[in-house]
């Protein structure tokens, strides 16, 4: 099987395209340049074009298929000096099966060229074969055989052509070129295969802008689309450690054109803003499904038969003849809500369902140009800007652009934190921001000036910092590399004690204060004094006793300084104390643990004074524990007896004298056995009244 042949390709697209021009001029191409790019350090960017258009005009813009979504977004296009803004389009996004199988010739499965023509049968055609061209219409394709000389079988396909003298078979596989004489089949299989080559486009879209009007107009184009991050860098250039000179700090924007536009002498606004932004699938075409209802089908009548009727009087015939034939009200689907007048109708007055036209539309954007720069850096909103003018970078390429170049303020500290490293601070620096500019996070190289003996200055790199955002007026620490002139040792101790106390209700109410005390040692061997930043993590809900205020507080840790002598060792301590509330219900304590609490200092006397006169009761509770405890054992040796002695009775001769003793110590037993078991009963009264006492006092008593 053949496909379709090249030339045949060419030689159709060479023909719909003369067809285009000759039904509709061209527009004039317009270019609309880049001339403000606002980026944002939420990845994305909002670019600006201007430029002039003469009459009729078109621009074009092309973009990734995944920035179409934004582009459909957020597009704002303007033509002033009294033009007007077509219409605007672009390839669409559906599936290109669905698009090539809507051409009458439908290529979307690849055909070859026997199936190409089977769906041409009808088209007249001029077909060259080898040394003839053979004109007429296509009646249809079919498949032979042959066989080879080496006896395989083989199928090839055969165009039988309507020609003037009749019927012709022509082998496809001898076909040089076809020419389609029907020019609209011929456009449509053009736009098929146009179509196709920019499905495999997949990465940029064309978007064209139709500008209508006469004369020389302004126009303005405008869209956010995604964009890579920017990002700043810095340089920080300390003096030499003797000097009280200011640093100097060097801010570095990096910026990607990562678009198909140069950006050529644009003014440039790098915002340190996050404005809210998504992305909605807009460019993928949208189908809402809907139900398939079945035909309604009205079976036929049975034909009926009718019995003879009464003829009626002539005059009641002829009123009947002459009365007037029912009116038939043909009305339109009125749509929900409508009124009467047929303003809802297909048919009504207000016209068809939709009648709003492009040439009606004529509005004109008036988006923002953006907002004047004041400087090189000012504040828009509740975002921070740098504008640079005059910036000047090639498609696909990036630049680093100074944006900030001045002497800062700063101090040299040294930063000890025990989690980022046990026995050794880092050097630091505190840079304070007196400045006007707002420095955005990003990594900062530290230089460092060193003075030789000889006093000249030798510069060497220090170490990397991170710096976060740095508002003006505010200060941050940055630490760049370990100092190993300051030796840390640490300890911590924890305690809990007692504050005071409280009673009510049953309960011991105990308020505690817990401390932390964490101890630092601190050896500096250098011959230089240096200032030491202490970071000390914050233990929850603690508050800080000691030192009575910290230097910073954040949310994770308190910060302190101090100075530490040259060739000396400093001892630092941050004690932190948490004070709790306990409650104990002690209405089943022993003796012991009331008498405890009563003898624990920083109690108050008449709390203690109630846990002593607990203990008193519930002492006198145990003595009566214990005295039926006696008694319940006391009657059951009594009652063990009774049993010893009937057995005893059982086995002793009858009527004998030491019968009788047995049955005389059975009854001396038995009334023994009744007066234990009203001692009993009596002292498990006594202890009840004593248990409801205790309970009382306790539930009474209030203490603080």
Known sequence: MRHLPLACLLALAVSSTTFAQSTQPAPEKAAVPVRRVVLFSSGVGFFEHHGKVTGNATTELRFRTEQINDLLKSLVVSDRDAGLVKTITYPSQEPIARTLRSFQLDISNNPDLAALLNQMRGTAVKISVTDETIEGTILGIEHKERTTKDDKVITYAVANIITAKGIRAVELDKVGTIDIQDAT?????????????????KDKKPVLINFEGAGERRVSIGYVVETPVWKTSYR?????????????????ALIDNQTDNDWTDITL??????????????????YVPRPVMAPRVTASLTPQTYEAGVAAKPEEAKAAADAPAPELELRSPARSGSTAGGG?????????LFRARLSDQNFVSNFAEGVAAQGEANKVGENFQYTVKGVTLARQRSAMIPIITEPFEFDRVSIYNMNVLAKNPLHGVRLKNKSDKYLLTGPVAVMDNVKAKDGTLTQNYAGDASLSDLPPGQDRLLSYGIDQDVLVNTDQQGSSNIMTASFAKGALTLKYRDENVQSYTLDNKSDREKNLVVEQPRLGNWSLKSPDKALETTDQLYRFQTTLKPKAVTKFSVVQEFVRLEAIVVTSWDVGNFEAYAKAGNIPQKVKDVLFTAASKRRAMIDLERQIAAKTVERARNLEEQKNIRENIKTLPANTKSQQDAITDLSAKDGELKGLNKEIKDLNDSLQKARADFEKFLMESTAE
């Open 269 to 286: 606004d790098l915002v340190g803003g996050r404005p809210i932004s998504f992305i909605e699938n807009l460019y993928q075409p949208l």
């Open 185 to 201: 089949l011929q456009k449509e299989l053009t736009a098929a295969l146009t179509a196709l080559a920019q499905a495999r486009d």
């Open 344 to 352: 809802g109708g297909i048919g009504g007055q207000n016209g068809s």
């Open 236 to 252: 920080l250039i300390l003096p030499d450690p003797t000097s009280k000179d200011n640093a100097k700090l060097q801010g570095w």
